[in-house]
């Protein structure tokens, strides 16, 4: 199975790329309506794209944000998502603090993906069972073949009813709260960015290989979405260049 990708020499140029596909995805909707709506992923990987994104011209005051997914820290850890974000999008793209919708992960885990789950429900006026439709979800995967937070053998990787959950994710001794894959997979588009040699061997079982999305969960999510672009560096795609 193939999706829509582009292979690019390095990091950089594929973060660009990736970050100039969401923005144009933006501005489609924004000429046609007046809000927007983009969820984000952390780690290292998307750091270059919200760089670059932050310094496009570009007016950010009707786009609102959302996480894909959070660790349960304060929002000023080092390894909180929000503060990635903060640091290279928000704050330099003067993007304004009530378009800001962040995940409250210094409360409680369960806590924290309720008031998450009822902020989703209240933006998008969601209807009971109803599912919110983000204009573009941005993502990536991990080495393990994980996406958002949803590692292998999470049983709510087979679930498309629910929308947020708190997990615990045992390889990381830590608790966090994710979107759920009837969020992921209701998003008009998704922009994968997938970058560095450790992502080679799961992005061409991801594209290639038998369906098995308790062992590789971006699997399922890619082959089931609506709409998914992916961008990779040189790296992450070498197995699938041919």
């Known amino acids: ?19 100039n596909y969401i923005l144009q995805i933006l501005r489609e909707k ?6 927007a709506t983009l969820a984000i992923s952390g780690g290292t ?17 009707g786009v609102h944000i959302f996480w894909v997914d959070e660790r349960a820290v304060p929002p000023d850890s080092p390894q909180s998502n929000y ?17 800001v919708h962040r995940i409250e992960a210094e409360l409680p885990p369960e806590e924290a993906a309720a008031k998450y789950r009822d902020e989703l429900a209240r933006f998008f006026g969601l209807a009971a069972g109803a599912k919110p439709e983000f204009d573009v ?8 073949g994980h996406t958002a937070s949803l590692f292998p053998g999470e049983p709510l990787i087979d679930d ?5 959950a708190a ?22 588009e998704t ?32 082959r089931e979405g609506r709409s998914s672009v992916w961008f990779f560096d040189a790296d992450a795609g070498k197995l699938i260049a041919a």
């Open 137 to 144: 979800i941005h993502r990536g995967i991990g080495p393990d």
């Open 191 to 222: 922009a994968m960015l997938v970058c560095g040699a450790d992502k080679g061997e799961p992005v061409k079982i991801i594209f290639e290989g038998s369906l098995d999305p308790m062992k590789y969960p971006a699997q399922a999510l890619a």
């Open 160 to 164: 498309r009813e629910n929308l947020v």
């Open 167 to 188: 997990v615990w994710v045992e390889k990381m001794k830590q608790w966090r709260i994710t979107m759920l894959p009837g969020v992921l997979l209701a998003a008009r």
């Open 83 to 99: 503060r990635l974000a903060a640091e290279t999008l928000i704050r330099p793209a003067n993007i304004p603090d009530e378009n």
């Open 30 to 35: 924004l000429a046609r309506e007046r809000k």
């Open 45 to 61: 990987t998307p750091r270059p794209m919200f760089e670059y994104m932050a310094k496009a011209r570009f007016d950010w005051s």
């Open 1 to 19: 199975m193939s999706f829509p990708h582009y292979i690019y020499p390095a990091t950089q140029q594929a973060a660009e790329q990736c970050g």
